[in-house]
């Protein structure tokens, strides 16, 4: 487990920065950035892919969820767009960590890796997360476009449970997809991780239907 945790540590700080900067560089940048994220998921998808129909389809899906990240980091600033990604990585790091270390029953068995034990640390963590963000830096969060927080905490908490529940469910269609192809990995691009898909395969799906809620809710 250290070793797999040391390997995902050393590949988040190369990959963390260079995100980070053609997301914050917006324009021209953040388009390369997706359009470079959008080639290399959909070569890892078509790779575990043996049906044509799902095949395009899935294609189709990364397709619309870019675009919609494209138009999220537009009509709602890097603010908001980070508040979301924040929540998927901490999603994804909690259920990774509380899943190794408790353990416990299996959630669901086209993932057999995941347990109640790292759903729960799922939720634990982007709570945590974004809530630390939110009183410090209010900046990025739902405050400057939709809510007063400190008179809406409730639903800050259950905007951030529901973007992580997505996320989560994200991460669970994907493993379903590997479990078909009978590989662990959509890839090895990053030691430690896998491949770009497992990192992202909550994003894909956090990213359009955040943008459709934020729409709803504005």
Known sequence: MLKEIEKRILSSFVIIPIALFFIIKGSVFFLFFLGVFFLATSYEWLKICKNDLV??????FLLLSFYSAYLFRIDYGLNAFLFVIIICIFTDLGGYIFGKMFKGPKLIKISPNKTYSGMIGSFILSIIA????????????????????????LIHILIILF?????????????YFKRLAKVKDTGNLLPGHGGLLDRVDGIIFATPISYLLFNYLG
């Open 130 to 153: 974004a809530l630390v963000l939110s009183e410090y830096q209010n900046y990025i969060s739902l405050y400057d476009y939709l809510y007063d927080l400190k008179k809406n905490d």
């Open 55 to 60: 095949k395009l389809l899935g294609i189709l």
């Open 163 to 175: 973007i992580s529940g997505i996320s989560q469910t994200g991460d669970l269609i994907i493993s």
